[in-house]
């Protein structure tokens, strides 16, 4: 296999099976040497980015290489019940270091599963393990004991005991206690030991884990709304205001103690929060809208609330304050969409970030050659469903994309940057490869895939002549606008 970084050249490979795809993400974004040399600063040094270009120019594969060029999470993040005040839940930020030692308590107060054949057998009985009648065992969630057909309960003295057990038994009702509290001498001492219901297993519980464990249930409840092991990219294009900002859930109880749901259970975090200690990546961020000053308060004070979005929601009147959100946002846009981004949303960015022009075409040499080998190699392996490439296709290919150059970006002895459209001629010509049975993409399936991947602005100008000749011999009468007096120019048209 040739590794890309060495460099090599066409001629020392027969198809794209001899190219090893490089594992660092940044590596496979080819022709946008400062955006990556920019990105590995942002992920370093933890500043924000503006992507600008024309789409399929690697706006979206840098910005997640960055996350993966990042350390991972190092905090997690609750919402905790507020017992003075419930719709004002409170914020608690825990460490690695915290969740291990709280991982340790939670074990401490575990106690040991053991076999139910291995506890005491009047314990084995009253859990429901053991039937009393023929002494074999099965699951607790049984009844009736599957060898002798009997309820499994033991007899009991209370009137109609014998009756009600049946009944129960009938309707696979279980009448045995979770937990079963027994004495045993140890060392010449009284112990006290309690053994309770842990599926097929029981569990063992002595007197310093039963402390333990009211100890813990004494603390506040809480609910992880960004747990530490996640991934540290999040996508909020398009995001909606709740997917963005987070929200409450609507409570038709209104959070009663007895029916609802306590609102710090109904938090729901947006895309700001779970992007803490990670990457936030909006792409076409003009569409956002208003929603864009939202993001420049969060950039500014590394914490947005969360707060019911929906005023006639019970979630309206629950608000948490101070919630992390301590993000590197990776922007991107178009050139024509530069002056509808927030102004102090760009300031923020250019303070404490980049601002990256993306190329859309680079010199035609051997060493670009070769990564555009490299980019064809990655786009097949990535797709899964075509064969590989042979070096007279990647030769086409190389053709197609200094036209593409050419024709769309008026540069002489260049290549495009537009790789997605250029994935497609790739995919295409796959695909008719997979039909036709070869084994590999030839020259002859590129040519073809050439014609059938054109733009359709392009087949109706070649149909048409222009698009306005082919919008105006496509139209049906019935599909003409309706006459008015304005369609026409002179007077007799308004006569």
């Not at 090893?20 to 974004?29: G, Q, Y």
């Not at 049984?142 to 033991?154: F, I, M, N, S």
Request: proline share 8%.
């Amino acid at each position: 296999m040739i590794d890309p970084k060495r460099g090599f050249n066409l001629d020392e490979i027969e198809t794209t099976e001899d190219i090893a795809i490089p594992t660092d993400p940044l590596e496979r974004v080819i022709g946008q040497d400062e955006a990556i040399n920019i990105a590995k600063i942002a992920a370093k040094q933890h500043r924000n980015l503006l992507l600008v270009g024309p789409p399929g120019t690697g706006k979206s594969m840098i910005a997640q290489a960055i996350s993966l060029h990042l350390p991972p999470p190092t905090e997690e993040i609750r919402v905790v019940h507020n017992p003075q005040n419930p719709e004002r839940p409170l914020v608690e930020v825990r460490t690695a270091e915290e969740l291990l030692a709280e991982e340790a308590e939670l074990k401490s107060a575990e106690g040991k599963l053991i076999d139910p054949r291995d506890a005491p057998v009047h314990v084995a009985e009253k859990l429901g393990y053991r039937c009393v009648k023929c002494g074999a065992y099965s699951s607790p969630d049984e009844p009736v004991c599957p060898r002798c057909g009997q309820p499994k309960a033991p007899p009991t003295n209370a009137p109609f005991g014998d009756i009600f057990g049946s009944i129960s038994a009938a309707f696979g009702i279980s009448s045995f206690p979770q937990r079963v509290t027994t004495t045993v001498i140890e060392d010449g001492r009284d112990k006290i030991l309690v053994y309770e219901r842990a599926g097929d297993k029981i569990r063992v519980l002595d007197e310093k884990m039963m402390d333990k464990r009211r100890e813990m249930e004494k603390k506040k409840p809480y609910k992880v709304i960004v747990p530490i092991k996640r991934k540290p990219f999040v996508l909020a294009t398009g995001a909606s205001e709740t997917e963005l900002l987070g929200d409450v859930r609507h409570d038709p109880y209104g959070g009663h103690p007895q029916l609802g749901t306590p609102p710090y259970k109904r938090v729901v975090p947006g895309a700001v929060h779970e992007a803490h200690q990670g990457v936030l990546f909006v792409d076409e961020i003009t569409h956002l809208g208003e929603l864009q000053r939202y993001i420049l308060t969060a950039l500014q004070e590394k914490q947005f609330p969360i707060s019911g979005r929906n005023s006639q929601s019970a979630g309206a009147s629950v608000r948490v304050d101070d919630v992390p959100c301590d993000f590197i946002l990776v922007a991107a846009c178009n050139i024509q969409d530069l002056p509808n981004i927030l102004s102090p949303l760009r300031s923020r960015i250019m303070g404490d970030g980049y601002e990256v022009l993306m190329k859309t075409t680079m010199p035609d040499t051997s060493e670009n050659r070769a990564k555009y080998a490299q980019f064809i190699a990655q786009e097949i392996v990535m797709d899964g469903r075509i064969p590989h490439a042979t070096r007279d296709a990647i030769i086409a290919i190389i053709e197609e994309g200094r036209r593409r150059a050419k024709a769309v970006d008026g540069a002489d002895r260049a290549l495009t940057l537009r790789l997605r459209d250029l994935g497609g001629l790739i995919r295409a010509a796959g695909d008719l490869a997979v039909v036709n049975g070869d084994k590999y993409i030839d020259k002859k399936h590129v040519l073809s895939a050439v014609e059938v991947a054109r733009p359709v602005e392009e087949k109706i100008e070649k149909k048409y002549g222009s698009l306005e000749s082919g919008i105006m011999r496509d139209i049906t009468k019935s599909q003409k606008p309706p006459y008015n007096y304005w369609n026409e120019s002179d007077e007799s048209g308004y006569r």
